[in-house]
């Protein structure tokens, strides 16, 4: 049984670049410059010597050509993404557009079935069934790291069983910096196996000027957006709520600044800005104190607050006191887990730290103090995703309204829109994106190309006008401390303040803050005229005025 919508759904035809609907996969490729990663450059060449300086690519109108059949195969990698199963859609359909007795093996569950040999030989009935949907069910993700000399030689054992000749992993900056080394490795060893990466993301820090946008994060943002002007309609019907919205964005805060493009909230906070600025959480929660009372003069008891997953780590004393946690509780182990509940364990822990960080903890609400110590990963980290932040405002804010000689009302309500956004039906973008990277894949596969990650701009336009090629994975990397040690990654794509959406989004802030200036974006539109249905976010469009 499905919806009328999906069944709509599965008859749409996604758009592709004017390059690739002439020629499909059979293109003429466009060599640009030698390449160079974004820092660290000779440890970067050191660690991947073969694939290092490739040069970018772009695809141009090519003659047909008879081309062989190919085995590829395809995994999710990491969390959802609106849009994964038209990647796998565009790879199929191109593949089959190359040769139609090439192959394409999904493997089950992320990395973990490349290494383990768990897979379906995908069909067009298969692929049928997840046309221009949300999910990553068709094959389903996992987060296991390809990253073992052990891990890459098991894979390849795999692929030469099946005589599968590329793998092409969608993912993000941590699947594609796996997706660079898995490259290394095949060509190393002269395998012979090919490795393309797509750009998956809702958070949308994988991104460079060739890499516009991730995948999903146009359709997460549009959901979260609708739900936000749902309660801002809520809010400006009852006005007697301040809703305080946290939004996924563990490391960067594109999601909240969009979705307050979108909808024009009276407090959104930019992670980044806080961090640059140094700003304090007393002086968060000050300013949040100062307008809620100044739009209580007003009549204005309510308001919309958004905030990003990982404010905390970007706020200076709390992100302090988190690395002091992190090593004090590497160090005490055994010692804090022999405690017998958490106030012993507050008090443990108090005792141990710095006195300035001693007192930031101190003064938390008890909640958050226990979230801190509580919710930590295999390695002993604070999982910072898992703090509530936006309840932590809410309690910080009745304190200090409570003590302020403007008495006002105020009530708190807590929201968190996370995995809301991550398996929704692809807007017609994403469908139109993720089918182009997957066909853009395929294209680099058959041009030979390995170690690149699809590439597909000048995306703020219509589809037909959009370029699609290549650019190498070590371009994007550069070398960080992970766990005690430095390793290559992709470097994340953080908010710039200097760039035209935060300074669009600034230029506006103190008038949305006093005034209610809410915007309802309503639902995603699949049917109806362009300006409607096929818009690319704010974001994007600002980032290409």
């Not at 359909?93 to 139609?100: C, E, I, S, T």
């Not at 290494?115 to 298969?126: F, V």
């Not at 069910?137 to 073992?148: N, P, V």
């Not at 609400?365 to 932040?389: C, F, K, W, Y």
């Amino acid at each position: 049984m499905i919806s009328a919508l999906q069944q709509a759904r599965y008859t749409y035809i996604p758009k592709l670049p004017a390059v690739l609907s002439q020629s499909g996969p059979f293109v003429g490729l466009k060599v640009g410059a030698a390449t160079q990663s974004v820092d660290n450059q000779d440890e970067i060449k050191a660690i991947f010597p073969d694939t290092y300086g490739l040069p970018t690519l772009e695809f141009v109108t090519g003659k047909k050509k008879n081309l062989p059949a190919v085995k590829v195969g395809v995994i999710l990698s990491g969390g959802q993404a609106p849009g994964g199963h038209n990647v796998i859609a565009g790879l199929f359909d191109a593949l089959k557009a190359v040769n139609a007795d090439s192959q394409l093996y999904g493997f089950l569950g992320g990395p973990s079935g490349l290494i383990d040999n768990k897979y379906l030989l995908l069909t067009e009935e298969l692929i049928a069934q997840y046309r221009n949907t949300g999910g990553f069910d068709m094959i389903c993700s996992g987060r296991t790291k390809l990253e073992t000399e052990e891990q890459f030689a098991q894979v390849s054992k795999n692929c030469q069983k099946h005589g599968i000749n590329a793998i092409v992993i969608i993912g993000g900056d941590d699947s594609n910096t796996n997706a660079c080394a898995l490259a290394q490795y095949m060509l190393s060893n002269k395998t012979g196996i090919q490795v393309i990466g797509c750009p998956k993301t809702i958070d949308g820090d994988l991104k460079n000027q060739w890499i516009e946008v991730s995948f999903g994060f146009d359709t997460a943002t549009k959901v979260y957006s609708e739900l936000i002007g749902n309660i801002m309609r809520d809010a400006n019907s009852s006005r007697k709520y301040w809703h305080f919205i946290k939004l996924m964005g563990r490391s960067a805060s594109h999601i909240a600044l969009e979705c307050a493009l979108q909808t024009h909230p009276n407090v959104c906070i930019i992670s980044e800005e806080i961090a640059d600025k140094r700003i304090s959480l007393d002086q968060i929660v000050t300013e949040l104190c100062e307008l809620i009372i100044k739009r209580s003069e007003r009549g204005n008891d309510f308001g919309i607050v958004l905030i990003p997953e990982g404010l905390i780590e970007f706020i200076p004393e709390m992100n302090k006191l988190i690395a002091q946690l992190n090593d004090l509780l590497s160090l005490q182990k055994d010692n804090f887990e022999r405690l017998p509940d958490m106030t012993a364990k507050m008090s443990f822990v108090a005792e141990r730290l710095e006195p300035d960080s001693a007192e930031v903890f101190n003064n938390l609400p008890s909640l958050i103090r226990a979230q801190l110590l509580d919710d930590r990963d295999p390695h002993g980290n604070v999982q910072v995703s898992r703090i509530e932040t936006e309840k932590l405002l809410i309690s910080m804010v009745e304190e200090k309204l409570a003590k302020s000689k403007n008495k006002v009302k105020f009530t708190g309500l807590a929201h968190f829109f996370g995995y809301e956004g991550r398996c929704a039906s692809p807007s017609n973008f994403d469908a139109n994106y993720c089918y182009s990277l997957g066909y853009t894949a395929a294209a680099l596969i058959a041009a030979g190309k390995t170690g690149y990650m699809a590439s597909v701009r000048n995306i703020a336009k219509p589809a037909d006008e959009w370029t699609a090629g290549g650019i190498p994975l070590t371009m994007m990397m550069n070398m960080e401390q992970r766990h005690g040690k430095s390793v290559p990654v992709i470097r994340k794509a953080l908010v710039e303040l200097g760039a035209k959406p935060f300074q669009t989004f600034a230029a506006q802030r103190k008038n949305w803050g006093i005034e209610t200036s809410f915007v309802y974006p309503g639902p995603i539109q699949y049917f109806g005229p362009a300006e409607v249905c096929d818009q690319p976010s704010i974001t994007l469009k600002l980032e290409h005025q």
